[in-house]
């Protein structure tokens, strides 16, 4: 089973840009998808951005355009590159594999971004 490892989390200004990482104890280039998820206080955990193994992306409409989501198989890391941050990004973010036959989670890294 593999475990992930998320940071790059901090305290940043509104426009400012942050780029998260998700290091995996092992290989990721058999894991179909891997994603990143947020949860803010009071909450429910919300999908931000899917890659496949093939590398096809999705994201949430309220990211579109401002997140890129990356995976590195040869160095077993996902990456959401996060730009023109708002405060409404405000979340602890984590990483999900989609390993068999339970996915795998991440601790989070918090970011926050003040006005």
């Known amino acids: 089973q593999v475990q992930l490892v998320e940071s790059g989390g901090g305290l940043v200004q509104a426009g400012e840009s942050l780029r998260l990482s998700c290091a995996a104890s092992?290989?990721?280039?058999?894991?179909?998808?891997m994603a990143w998820y947020r949860q803010a206080p009071g909450k429910q955990r919300e999908l931000v951005a899917i890659?496949?193994?093939?590398?096809?992306?999705n994201y949430a409409d309220s990211v579109k355009g401002r997140f890129t989501i990356s995976r590195d198989n040869a160095k077993n890391t996902v990456y959401l590159q996060m730009n023109s941050l708002k405060p409404e990004d405000t979340a602890v973010y984590y990483c999900n594999a989609k390993t068999f036959p339970v996915g795998s989670w991440g601790q989070g890294t918090q970011v926050t971004v003040s006005s």
């Open positions: 092992g290989s990721i280039s058999n894991i179909m998808r």
């Open positions: 890659i496949t193994s093939g590398t096809n992306t």
